[in-house]
């Protein structure tokens, strides 16, 4: 579409909202009128060549072949169309005939409106057009709006056009015609201070990905093609696709029957893609409107190629309850089999954070893919994201579980880093993924990245974030870079760069090493003090108690009320489960008797500080014993095992020159020790590395408590051995630290950063020098002075 039309045309739709709408709407809702009435008046101008054959066709079937529900087919041969009108009005009827009366006009429009198809009425609804017409009717100004939509200085139309004054009004392609809702929808949230980003995908973007997915394959199309997008918007991708697919003087030039299906969740941008399909002559029924995440819309179904610019940074926290119950995942598509660092086979989860849901849009359109055996060209994928579509989530975690279903599953082809300031709402790096499950031989368990983050050419005027475009040649060099699927050194600081992956120099085993717990320990009065109160309702025992005294134990209902007072005034948060705690009288009598029982250890042991925790968990095990059989409870300990580990960490503490904790010995001999070995897949000299150390005594083994928070964790590539890479990596620094093998996880990430990072050396001092002396000349010693030289 040439640029000066469609300025002009974007400034006279504007013109209309400050001429007609600016006293009766805010800005921000200008969108509610403008939009529906731009839609409007293209299905109006649409149906007007073939409005009287409508009219003919609907009186024989009324007349002559008395039909009392109209016959679709005969009314949409008659229009021309998948949509018609049987109301007597056109928009430009409307205009002729109206008088001063705006109810007249408000019941005609109305007639009008409910003439259209069901296809078109839907649309109707969804924009609430009706509620606008009354709205304007209601302050005077339907009659305006009609006159500037029925201008004839503006041409909505896909016909040439002549205006008044004899000048040609070119046509507004359909094509055009997504530039105009596009730009509209993207002012319009600007005004509204909204993402115009989660509508408006750049067209240059949109060409990239249509040359990526067809072009490699355009030899062997099928002779029927399905086209999904899953979070279509106002239909950019799936149109632009058709386009590209059929577009007779382009390089494909399809001879099949192509059909396009999306889900749009909002229902303006649902209502303008639909209406946009049905100008093409598409099947409007496979537009459908609702949440692609919550309902599987089109379950069953394959597609041959999905291209989709999810939302991306946007929270799925609403639709938690349509996919999850609990923990436990309700929809299929979300979930997938993975082997576990053993090799057995497991169902995990693939769903991301609540608080960033594209993952879970690729997901769906992993479940869309068409197997080898339905289709011998599979499916072909591309879906923009941002970058934490790379890298967050940890090993095990639902993020890193999809990528890993990605690429294990050969599917992942190629990944383009994309220029910053590309997209309108938004200044971060974005990210085209390929996906196809039916790679050329030379691509089996490969991956290409492209860096094309510095091909760009700058805008001469900004529009939102977006102050860089990709020019038809940087799409072809892009496009070359993917077909040749070679390593490409980058040229310059703004060259394109690309390097050629195996599958598994993405995934890596999270392994987890431990270090002995070696603990210090004392009794004190201070140190058990604190055992009077449950650690998780510190802060309120400790003022009721120190407020109160030995009520709390004698009376305590008697405060109860002032105790929740005081938890609210101090914005203590605490759930129902917690407030019956808080002001339980069993619980308060729990703590005072574990308080008790650490005061008669302190008079039993003694204040002494012991260096090997190992013998004084004993002598606290032989009192505690004691104890019990003065209470007549011989050979039990009054204490739950909790409870003596309360006592246990109030008086212990971490200190690297204390003995190291005993957790157990054992023996292990004979098969056992076999089943060991293959188990750790290791021989009997590397057993202390896994955590089982020889004590000295035929085949007795010590295993040591760990020390929580001193535990660490190690990325492993998966070509690497986990075991010789601790010898490197972590022995020679913490000569006692184990493997806790049973722990390791596998995970997947990408990071361009990493493979594309360009080292810039520093300069010379010699360099550094001349440039301060040039400045100290310039600033005439200024600087020599502030140095002091």
């Known amino acids: ?48 060549p073939t409005k009287d054959a409508v009219m003919e066709e609907l009186a024989f079937q009324r007349d002559e072949a008395g039909f009392t529900e109209w016959d679709e087919s005969g009314l949409r041969d008659a229009s021309g169309f998948v949509f018609y009108n049987t109301s007597e009005w056109t928009l430009q009827r409307l205009y002729d005939t109206a008088t001063n009366s705006q109810q007249i006009l408000q019941a005609n429009f109305e007639d009008y409106l409910n003439g259209f198809s069901p296809n078109v009425v839907d649309i109707i ?37 002549e205006d008044p004054n ?39 973007v949109i060409d ?38 059929k577009d007779e003087e382009g390089a494909i030039r399809a001879m099949g029957d192509v059909y396009l299906y999306g889900k749009e969740i909002n229902d303006e941008t649902y209502a303008i893609c639909k209406s946009d399909m049905m100008i093409k002559g598409n099947n409007p029924e496979n537009i459908r409107v609702g949440s692609t995440l919550s309902t599987d819309e089109f379950s069953g179904h394959t597609f041959d190629f999905m291209l989709s610019n999810p939302p991306y940074g946007k929270s799925w926290a609403s639709e938690v309850k349509n996919i999850k119950d609990g923990s436990a995942i309700i929809d299929s598509r979300f979930l997938v089999n993975l082997k576990d660092y053993r090799g057995n086979t497991e169902e995990v989860d693939a769903t991301p954070r609540s608080s960033d849901g594209q993952l879970l849009f690729l997901m769906e359109m992993v479940n869309k893919m068409k197997p080898t055996r339905q289709s011998p060209l599979g499916s072909r994928i591309a879906s923009v994201h941002n970058g934490s579509s790379l890298f967050t989530g940890d090993a095990g975690g639902g993020e890193s579980n999809i990528r890993r279903h990605i690429i294990e599953n050969d599917w992942l082809d190629c990944i383009i880093q994309l220029p910053n300031n590309l997209f309108y709402n938004t200044g971060i790096t974005t990210y085209i993924w390929i996906l196809h499950n039916n790679k050329a031989e030379h691509r089996k368990g490969k991956v290409i990245l492209i860096d094309a983050s510095q091909r760009f050419a700058k805008l001469r005027k900004n529009l939102g974030n977006k102050n860089c475009e990709l020019t038809a040649n940087h799409i072809a060099e892009i496009q070359k870079a993917y077909t040749d699927f070679e390593t490409i050194e980058r040229q310059g600081d703004d060259g394109i760069a690309a390097k050629v992956f195996d599958n598994s120099d993405f995934g890596y085993y999270k392994v987890t090493i431990d270090r002995p717990a070696r603990l210090k320990a004392q009794f004190s009065a201070e140190r058990i003090a604190d055992l009077r109160f449950d650690k998780t309702l510190k802060e309120p025992m400790q003022w009721a108690y120190e407020t109160h005294g030995e009520k709390v134990y ?17 914005d203590l948060d605490l759930n129902a489960k917690k407030r019956k705690s808080l002001t339980s009288a069993a619980i308060w009598k729990k703590q005072r008797d574990l308080l008790e029982t650490a005061q ?20 606290v095990d032989d009192e505690l014993l004691a104890l019990s059989k003065v209470e007549g409870k011989a050979g039990k300990s009054k204490l739950t095992a909790s409870e003596k580990n309360a ?6 503490w971490y200190d690297e020159t204390a003995e190291k904790v005993i957790k157990k010995s054992q023996k292990l001999s004979g098969d056992k020790l076999d089943q060991l070995l293959h188990h750790l897949d290791c021989t009997v000299n590397q057993l202390p590395d896994y955590g089982y150390y020889p004590s000295g005594r035929p085949n007795e083994y010590i295993i040591y408590e760990n020390q929580t928070d001193l535990r660490d964790s190690e990325s492993v590539p998966l070509a690497e051995s986990i075991h010789e890479y601790f010898l490197r990596e972590v022995k020679p620094h913490v000569d006692e630290a184990w493997i806790d093998l049973d722990k390791t996880k596998i995970g997947y990430e990408i990071s ?8 810039k050396p520093l300069r010379s001092i010699e360099e550094v020098s001349a440039e301060i002396l040039v400045l100290e000349q310039e600033n005439e010693g200024l600087i020599m002075e502030i140095l002091g030289l």
């Open 554 to 570: 004698a009376d305590l209902k008697s405060i109860e009320k002032e105790l929740l007072d005081w938890c609210e005034k101090n």
């Open 600 to 619: 008669q250890l302190l008079a039993a042991i003694g204040t002494e500080e012991y260096s090997d925790y190992n013998v004084f968990s004993k002598m």
């Open 647 to 652: 006592i246990l960490q109030a008086v212990s």
């Open 166 to 204: 004899g000048r040609k009004l070119p046509p507004l392609s359909n094509l055009g015609m997504g530039y105009v809702f596009e730009e509209l929808i993207r002012k319009f949230n600007e005004e509204n201070n909204e993402e115009a980003g989660e509508h408006f995908t750049p067209r240059e």
């Open 208 to 245: 990239l990905m249509t040359h990526i997915v067809f072009d490699p394959i355009k030899d062997q199309l099928p002779p029927v093609m399905t086209i999904y997008d899953p979070a279509c918007g106002s239909g950019g991708m799936l149109t632009e696709s058709q386009n590209f697919i």
């Open 752 to 759: 361009f950063n990493k493979y594309f990072y360009q080292h």
């Open 125 to 161: 609804v969804k924009f609430k057009l009706k509620s606008q017409i009354r709205h304007m009717a209601s302050k005077d100004i339907l009659l305006d709006v009609l006159e500037k939509f029925t201008s004839p200085h503006i041409n909505l139309t896909p016909f040439e056009k």
């Open 1 to 48: 579409m040439n640029q000066t039309v469609h300025n002009r045309l974007i400034s006279f739709i504007w013109s209309i909202a400050d001429d007609c709408l600016r006293d009766v709407y805010v800005r921000g809702k200008y969108r509610d009128v403008i939009l529906p009435m731009v839609v409007l008046r293209r299905l109006d101008a649409l149906l007007e």
